[in-house]
């Protein structure tokens, strides 16, 4: 299984709402990664868990809230976002470099997200 | 600092000419280096990787790369294109920070491929 998973596909929430996105992965890869990426742009790193730890935190704002309950789920908990945090959300994994010289990133579909 | 750029931001070609899209970074270290494909409302895909050895790699659906080091460049290119090639690829680069690691895009280039 070489597939990360995202659900859900679709989202649209007020700007009061609290809402969760879900990534998995069974690839056995210990590094997780959230990624924020607007139209007509690169992605943007937000998160980083190693071995289920937070290792890096690009100075997201804390309505966005990473949680990594096992070595295979990765949650993005929403809080009162605002219009402009409206973007496809992607979810990647990879191994670690002390199991591998390099680590290709896979990247799930995404989450496209709506805020109003 | 490690950097990459992409300097075309779209591409237009016709269908089956040959196309290179063009990467150059910065790294006063070694480099891993990546091209990934992100089609219409869809995730990205790795379409090839640049860890070391061969300075020529091949990757999926016939899309190829050169390392140059003394350009500082990493190219795409496809000999014949076809419309399903429409999409946005970014190139990025591998910062190496401790266990993990960080990739740095590119602004990405649209080929836009035309019957």
């Known amino acids: 299984d070489t597939e990360v998973t995202q659900t859900p596909k679709h989202l649209v929430m007020g700007m009061t709402n609290k809402k969760s996105l879900k990534c998995e992965q069974h690839m056995g890869h210990r590094a997780m990664y959230w990624y924020k990426q607007k139209a007509k742009k690169p992605p943007e790193l937000m998160f980083v868990y190693s071995y289920e730890k937070l290792s890096i935190n690009e100075s997201v704002p804390s309505r966005f809230s990473p949680e990594c309950p096992n070595s295979s789920l990765l949650n993005l908990h929403l809080h009162a976002l605002q219009p402009e945090d409206s973007a496809l959300y992607l979810c990647?994994?990879?191994?670690?470099?002390?199991?591998?010289?390099?680590?290709?990133?896979?990247f799930g579909p995404g989450t496209r997200l709506t805020v109003l | 600092a490690q950097s990459v750029t992409q300097l075309d931001s779209q591409v237009p070609v016709f269908e089956e000419a040959p196309v290179e899209l063009r990467c150059n970074y910065s790294?006063?270290?070694?480099?891993?280096l990546f091209w990934y494909v992100q089609y219409p409302n869809q995730g990205l895909q790795l379409l090839l990787k640049?860890?070391?050895?061969?300075?020529l790699v091949k990757g999926i659906n016939g899309f190829e790369a050169e390392f140059n080091k003394s350009q500082t460049s990493f190219h795409l290119r496809k000999p014949s294109v076809h419309i399903s090639d429409t999409a946005e690829y970014f190139c990025?680069?591998?910062?190496?920070?401790?266990?993990?690691?960080?990739?740095?895009f590119g602004t990405g280039t649209l080929l836009a491929v035309q019957p």
């Open positions: 990647a994994s990879s191994h670690l470099l002390g199991v591998l010289a390099y680590n290709e990133q896979f």
């Open positions: 640049y860890l070391s050895g061969s300075t």
């Open positions: 790294s006063s270290v070694s480099v891993y």
């Open positions: 990025a680069v591998r910062i190496y920070g401790g266990a993990t690691n960080k990739l740095i």
